[in-house]
């Protein structure tokens, strides 16, 4: 092939358009794929800051106060706010 060549001249017409649906669907994937991982992202550092304030009232009230706090808030959570298939206990 010379300079003034390319393989795209040999392509038919519907093969290039072919191409060309590929490459613009590929595209809308790779941007939907970078908000995915954005949002991703946000969830992970959502999830760390819950975790900092659980460390935070750990350090402030003593770990044996928090794992009280946490076994009631389990058992309001059992009789309040089942698990999908269980009915509330009221």
């Not at 038919?12 to 613009?24: F, G, N």
């Not at 750990?58 to 309040?80: I, K, P, T």
Request: glycine content about 4%.
């Amino acid at each position: 092939m010379s300079a003034d060549q390319s393989v795209h001249d040999v392509i038919p017409i519907k093969d290039l358009q072919r191409i060309s649906v590929l490459q613009e669907r590929a595209a809308e994937l790779e941007h939907k794929a970078a908000v995915m991982l954005s949002d991703a992202q946000d969830l992970r550092v959502k999830a760390d800051d819950i975790v900092e304030g659980y460390r935070y009232q750990v350090d402030q009230r003593g770990w044996e106060a928090c794992r009280a706090e946490a076994e009631r808030a389990n058992a309001l959570s059992w009789c309040y706010d089942p698990l999908p298939g269980q009915r509330a206990r009221v």
